[in-house]
Structures are given as structure tokens and as C-alpha cells.
């Protein structure tokens, strides 16, 4: 069981939740911060995950040695650097990725009972309420850090 909230300003938006118990989950697009939750692999995935990557690709499809070969080729540089074909590819999984996961409706809960910090800009300055969800740990579930700086999903 985990136990999570949600700070809200006290509007006409919160009476439908509350009268009805359920609650929306709004697409990335309709969120606050359009750069929240957006994917940044381009930036995350460096020469030693796309190597992990293409191996383990080739064991899930079952690749011929000499395709592996080929793909481990034309991913990288003489140095071991990813080439600009295996940006590209990243690049493309990546818009493919972000547009599905920009279909998905996300909620966002903190783990923080009494945070002033979110009392301020999600609570309406502290006069707003906040909303407690107790539930089973859930493979729907996603935690996700954020930290100063960009707001992106790091994978």
C-alpha cells in the first residue's frame, strides 16, 4: 500500500472529483510545463546503452551474427562514438516513443504529505486542499524524479 497526494486549489474543478471520486488524467500536452515529462533519449542514450541496446535486440530477434556485426558497425565510429546513422535512429524511436506516451493520461502525485514548496504553486498559495489516494503498488505506476533544470523523462 503507498500512500500519495495531490495538492489542488479549492475551485469549481475540485467538486467533480470530489463528488464523484475519480479524478483526470490529463494528456502531457494539457500539462502546466510542456516540457514536462518529455522524452530526452537523444540526450540519455550514449555509446555504451545503444551497444546494450543492439545486443540485446539481436538476442531477443535472434540476429545472425554477421547482421550484429553489421548494425554494431554502422552504430559506431572507429573511437567507439555513436555514428550520425545511430543518432538518427535514437532520434526517430524517440518521436515514435514521445507520441505514444503523449496518448497516455498522466497524473501527477507527490510522496510529500506537507510540502510547502508544492502548498505554493499547485495549493493555491495554501488555501487550496490537499488530496490523499491510498492504493496497492500498480505496474501503471511510474515514479518519476523530477529535479532542477529540465523536467524530462529520463529512461
Request: hydrophobic residues 35%.
Amino acid at each position: 500500500m503507498i500512500t500519495l497526494y495531490k495538492y489542488r486549489p479549492f475551485n469549481d474543478y475540485l467538486k467533480p472529483v470530489i463528488m464523484s471520486r475519480k479524478i483526470w488524467f490529463p494528456a502531457r500536452a494539457k500539462l502546466n510545463d510542456p516540457e514536462d515529462l518529455e522524452l530526452k533519449l537523444v540526450e540519455d542514450v550514449d555509446a555504451e546503452v545503444y551497444h546494450q541496446f543492439l545486443l540485446k535486440k539481436a538476442d531477443q530477434e535472434s540476429w545472425p551474427r554477421k547482421h550484429l556485426k553489421y548494425n554494431l558497425k554502422k552504430g559506431f565510429t572507429p573511437k567507439g562514438d555513436l555514428t550520425s546513422e545511430a543518432k538518427r535512429t535514437i532520434a526517430s524511436s524517440q518521436a515514435v516513443l514521445q507520441k505514444h506516451f503523449d496518448g497516455l493520461g498522466i497524473l501527477s502525485l507527490s510522496d510529500k504529505k506537507n510540502d510547502p514548496v508544492l502548498w505554493e504553486r499547485y495549493g493555491d498559495k495554501g488555501k487550496g486542499v490537499c488530496i490523499v489516494f491510498k492504493m496497492e503498488l500498480s505496474e501503471y505506476l511510474l515514479r518519476v524524479d523530477l529535479r532542477s533544470g529540465k523536467n524530462g523523462l529520463k529512461l
